[in-house]
């Protein structure tokens, strides 16, 4: 290969590694993330808080596995009861967990769960009372935190469309 070659085929290597991230998905190191989340406060209700619940890796596993297995309701003893397939032992997963009233939110929030790390998959949900005052709305996002800031930002959100009840009177 002639040493133009050479250097054409290294530049575009470089080139197709420049939009890589330096840290592997598979890859975590233990510096703590924190979220700066960009979230319309308007669309939440002002009487309960909007709720943002982050999963790590290891809660987003332990979820795959709990997925086979059910819940049901014994209304006699007034317990639930969790049933799954041989092999799957079910285990608690507690998401880490923020509420905010909407005049806490703005027009961004800033959050640093703790539990999640630099190189590590995450999950964000985000849920409130809509401003009807009947719906709810929500949004999510799963991805791997490359950074030790994750600015999040353009989520799909999504609400609910129940028939609302109007109060008499109007």
């Known amino acids: 290969m002639s040493r133009t070659a050479a ?13 890589c991230s330096v840290i592997s998905p598979d ?3 233990d510096t703590a993330v924190s979220f700066t989340i960009a979230v319309d ?10 709720r943002f619940i982050f999963w790590n890796a290891e809660q987003l596993e332990i979820a795959q ?5 059910s819940v ?8 639930e009861e969790v049933h799954c397939p041989d ?20 027009d961004r929030v800033e959050l640093t769960p703790g539990s999640i790390f630099v190189g590590e998959r995450y999950r964000l949900q985000i ?9 709810t709305t929500a949004a999510s996002i799963e991805d791997v935190a490359r950074k030790a800031t994750v600015v999040v930002e353009d989520l799909t959100w999504m609400t609910t469309e129940m ?6 009177g109007q």
């Open 127 to 135: 849920a409130g009372l809509s401003s009807d005052n009947c719906n």
């Open 65 to 69: 596995r709990n997925a086979s297995c």
């Open 27 to 29: 890859t975590t190191s």
């Open 87 to 106: 092999g799957v032992v079910y285990e608690q997963v507690t998401p880490t967990e923020f509420a905010l009233l909407r005049d806490e939110i703005g």
């Open 41 to 50: 406060a308007g669309m939440f209700s002002d009487q309960r808080p909007v």
């Open 7 to 19: 250097m054409k085929f290294a530049l575009v290597l470089l080139v197709l590694s420049a939009g």
């Open 72 to 79: 049901s309701y014994n209304a006699g003893t007034e317990t």
């Open 163 to 168: 028939a609302c009840q109007e109060p008499p």
